[in-house]
Every structure is written in structure tokens, then in C-alpha cells.
């Protein structure tokens, strides 16, 4: 499937930029090439930088193998909403930016030669915040996954519902959970990714709801800020409370796997979760 002009994924390459890379953390520095390399994880310290959607995908699938879905779906104005700025200006400079109509990318693609629905969100286009557009990608994906009786695999990274659309946002948090539920009810796994952040309606709706739920290292997972929180309660929250790590302890998450471990991870679960009845014990050998 061809892309359109305005959402084809960059052309320039991390090999070909000038670019250099910031570890956030602790502010070591490497080329594009080298953090390519090391698939935005920093050497120094381990801390997993945010990543497009495009990176997303070429990081888990087969080279060659992603065909994209519902490429020129993409929302509108429906409240004709300003604060600093139009709505619509802030749109129209994400998809320049992010080289995608909204906050996710969604295809069909192959891990290890295994078929599957695969789902990217992009923090980088407003928070990865659900739009009616990405609520109505996401649950097309997942319904073209279940057609296709292909697993489904989405890795989130988003602050939740995206006020500039009001209601119309939070009412993608029922639309994806109810696609989810065809899709159980075709015995069809799927894997949810939770990478830094995972917040808001996306938390409590869709990515909570895997059959297996993995998890960067030190992402941060839950619905409202530690702050918010914090005020609300009056109470010293404890340390780690929203990482991964905390979660995983706690029995939210099942594993925290490290990026560069990520795609692996997914072939072992793919293939055990896949397999006909009587030969999954014989993948997990």
C-alpha cells in the first residue's frame, strides 16, 4: 500500500543525520547512527528515549513487511476549539512533524514471519493523545486483526483522551474496548506494550487489557499524575509509585522487558499464544 506524500515515513535515515542524540537522564551524548543502533536505549545509563511510531515499527517488524492501514484516515475541528492556538494549527504541524495523519500508526505486518495486527502510538504527535481518528484507527486495526484471525500487538505511549475534542475522546475508550472484545472472542491473542507514558483513558481502558501485558524499563503507567494525586489524598506517595517496576510488582504488568530485548520477547509469546492446541508447550520449550 502506498503512502500519501504528506505521511510517508522520513526520508532521511538515522545513518544519514547529522543529528546527536541527548540522553534525558544523564545527558550523554551519541550520534543518530549509534542511538539507531541501540534502538534509543542510552549505553550509559539504560534509559529508554521516546520514539515515533515509524521507529516503533521499523524496530519490531520484518523489514519490508508493514503495510499500513486507513493511512489517510484522519479527524477535524468537530468543537472548533482555540486556547493559545486553533486546533486545527496544531494539527496540521504534528502531521508535518510526525509524518502521520494522528497519534498512531497501524498496519498489518510480520514478526519472524509471523502475521499480525501491529499499532504504534506516537507521543510526539500531542501527547499521543486519543482523537476520535486514533480511537477509530485503533479499532479498525483491531478488527481488521480479527478478520484476518491475526494476532493483535499495540504499544502505547499516551496521555489519555485529547481535550481539544471533548467527550468525542473519552468515547474511544468504550469503541476500542468493544473491538477488543470480538477479538476475545476469537481466541485471538493480544499483546499489549506499555512505553513511556502510559496515562489517562489509554491506560484505563484498552492497553490494561492484554492477554499479556508488557512494559518498558521505567515507563511511567497510571491514570492521573503523582501530583494530582498528592493533593487529592494528602498523602506521601511511595518511590517508583507509577513506573513499570512498581506496577509489575503488583501484579499489573506481567514483564518489564528491556527495548533491545522487546522484539524476542514478542517472537517467544507469538508463537507460544499462536500455536494450535497441543503444540504450545512444545514453543515454550
Known sequence: MSASPTYSSPKVTPAQSDEVVVCAVCSSSQSAAEASGTLYVCPVCGAHARISAHERVRQLADPGSFHVWDERLE??????FFDTRAYVDRLDDARLRQHLPDAILSGAAKIDSLPIGLAAFDFGFLGGSLSTAVGERLARAIEASAKARMPFVCVTSSGGARMQEGVFSLMQMAKSVSALHDLAERHLPFISILADPTMGGSIASFAALGDVILAEPKAMIGF?????????????LPAGFQTSEFHHARGLIDQVVDRRQLRAVLIQLLRVLSAPAGESDQSAA
Do not use: F, M, S
Open 75 to 80: 479527524g477535524r475541528d468537530r468543537l472548533g
Open 224 to 236: 492521573t499524575g503523582a501530583r494530582v494525586i498528592t493533593q487529592a489524598t494528602y498523602e506521601q
